[in-house]
Each structure stands twice: as structure tokens, then as C-alpha cells.
């Protein structure tokens, strides 16, 4: 098939983009102007610039299409640049649904687990627990939006499967994402780790499923790739073990993730800037993301691999490209 790929710089979509190569598909991929395009050195690709809100760049990049994965994102968990996120996540979401339903292609739209609904250390999440939702910050009302933006267009008569990926370790983290917490911790110690816990799952294993949900996922249809559900507290030392470092051994307490959050606040008013550790990212590591990836499993064929080998082929990753 020849697909288009958004977001084919970032972490999951560059893994992706590999996948699809490596499986015989051949691949069109959108890129801004700004983007580093040194991520994609060694996959065959059609590169298109695109701006969403143009209609003229929209059609030039779904010509002769057979499918489109937008994997394209902005992720900040704080409680700035809503507008900005709505722009990038729903906006730019609205025109690639609307331009696969009227060329009559299947889409797989990427969400998030933060798009799904509160869960506790004994309650997994699942595709349709919806409420109550996470905290909401920028990055979680977008995708959300995001989300609805996708059925509504389904309604319609899109063909278009929605994924929700976890926490993803793993290769071809250039930008660093969750490359950025091992190197942190290879960098400076740390005491403490967030008191919650996540869904975590090697970036490959999620690509194959995204394009398994391609070929294989039911119209209108939520699909969860996580992996392993495990505390903060146990990610960081499995992210140290594969880096040989120390690791924290005490969780956050929920009053000084608030006093840390709180001044992360103070300090991004001062600069104009919000940091990343803010009171929004504070309150969501002292959450537990657990999701259950059953129905993945059973419809997809989606598997999970060890986080272990991610952990350990993202840290020589990184050595080998000098991030070290």
C-alpha cells in the first residue's frame, strides 16, 4: 500500500515509518519546514510539505493514497498552549479525517491512554472507560477532542480506527521523550520517583500494532497498546538497570509533588515560559495509567515484548547516536 504518515519525525510515528518500509509498504510523509529531517535518513520516503490548513497541500499529499496513519501530535502536559494544542490535535485531526472520508480511504488516527478515563492501581482501563477523565490539561483535553473529532467523522462515513498507545520505551527517540527520564537519570540523581505508575511497552511493538489496527481494526472502533502495567518506581530502576546508574528507591509523596508542581508554576510565570515540571505533570505521574491491551490482543494480534530489551536497545541507541 501506499500510505501517508504524519508525524513521522516523532518518536512513534519514526517507528512506524520503519515498519511500514520494512513490511513492503511505501510511504509518503508530511513534513514542516522546521522538521528534523535527519530522522529519517535511510527509509525509503516521499516527502510532501504540508500545512494543514491549506486545501491545496492537502490535496497534493493524499494524491493516490491507499491509507493515512497521523501519528502527528503536540504533547504538553501543562496548562499552557491550549489553543496551540487544539490547533495541532484537533484542528489538523478535523482536516485529515475529512480529507480521507471524502477520498473514501481508511484512516488510524493515534490518540493516547490520557484520552481515556481515570484509573486506580486496581482498575484497568479499558476502551470504553471513558469518565471520569484525567486531570485536564492541555494535552488531554486536545486528544480527547481529537478523539470526538474522529467519530464524528466516522458518523459520516469515515473508515477509521482510533489507537490508544501507553507509556512507550524503545529506539529512534530523537526528540527525547521518555529518552529524556533515562537521561536524567543517567545525568543527576534522583531520590525520588513519581508516586503513580504507567502502561509500558517497547515503541516497536506499538508501531506493528498501529499498523496491524490498519489493516485489521473494526471501523469506529478504540484499540489500547499498552504493555506492562508498573509503578514509576519500578520503570526507573529497570530504566537505571539497562543504564547501569542509580535509581530512586522512594515514591513522590502527593504534598511535595504539589509544593514541586506548585513552584514549577511560580517559576514559568517568572520566565513567561511554563517548564515541564509543573503542577499539571506532577499531578499526573502521582496517577496510576494501568490499561488492559486484551482486546488489541485478540483482535489485532497485538503483542507485548519485553520492556527490559526496549530499555536496553533505547539507552545503546542513544550511545550510538552521541545523545551520551
Known amino acids: 500500500m501506499r500510505i501517508l504518515l504524519t508525524g513521522a519525525t516523532g518518536f512513534l510515528g519514526n517507528n512506524i515509518a520503519r515498519a511500514l518500509v520494512e513490511q513492503g509498504h511505501s510511504i509518503v510523509v508530511t513534513l514542516r519546514h522546521s522538521s528534523n529531517r535527519r530522522t529519517l535518513d535511510g527509509i525509503p520516503h516521499e516527502p510532501v510539505n504540508l500545512d494543514f490548513e491549506s486545501p491545496e497541500d492537502l490535496s497534493i499529499a493524499f494524491e493516490n493514497i491507499d491509507a493515512v496513519i497521523h501519528s502527528a501530535a503536540l504533547i504538553q502536559i501543562g496548562w499552557s498552549k491550549l489553543a496551540l494544542s487544539r490547533k495541532i490535535n484537533v484542528e489538523a485531526t478535523t482536516r485529515i479525517a475529512e480529507a480521507a472520508r471524502r477520498r473514501n480511504i481508511r484512516m ?25 477523565p484525567k486531570p485536564g490539561n492541555s494535552y488531554v483535553i486536545s486528544k480527547r477532542e481529537a478523539e470526538t473529532a474522529v467519530i464524528l467523522e466516522v458518523a459520516n462515513g469515515l473508515d477509521a480506527v482510533i489507537v490508544n498507545p501507553g507509556f512507550m520505551v524503545g529506539p529512534n527517540d530523537w526528540r527525547p521523550s521518555s529518552g529524556e527520564i533515562m537521561l536524567t537519570l543517567k545525568n543527576q540523581f534522583m531520590p525520588f520517583a513519581p508516586a503513580g505508575g504507567c502502561c509500558v511497552a517497547d515503541v516497536r511493538d506499538v508501531a506493528d500494532g498501529v499498523i496491524s489496527a490498519l489493516k485489521h481494526g473494526n471501523t469506529g472502533e478504540r484499540y489500547i497498546l499498552g504493555g506492562i502495567n508498573m509503578s514509576y518506581v519500578d520503570l526507573f530502576q529497570q530504566m537505571a538497570t539497562a543504564m547501569q546508574c542509580r535509581s530512586p528507591k522512594l515514591k513522590l509523596p502527593n504534598w511535595l509533588a504539589s509544593v514541586v508542581g506548585k513552584s514549577g508554576d511560580l517559576v514559568g510565570k517568572i520566565r513567561g515560559k511554563e517548564p515541564s515540571i509543573n503542577s499539571a505533570s506532577t499531578e499526573m505521574g502521582q496517577l496510576f495509567h494501568y490499561c488492559d491491551s486484551e482486546k488489541a490482543k485478540r483482535e489485532l494480534g497485538y503483542q507485548i515484548g519485553s520492556v527490559q530489551d526496549g530499555l536496553q536497545d533505547a539507552w545503546d541507541w542513544f550511545q550510538v547516536k552521541g545523545y551520551v
Open 108 to 132: 488510524v488516527h493515534i490518540s493516547t491512554i490520557d484520552a481515556l478515563g481515570m484509573t486506580t492501581e486496581s482498575e484497568l482501563g479499558t476502551e470504553t472507560h471513558l469518565n471520569p
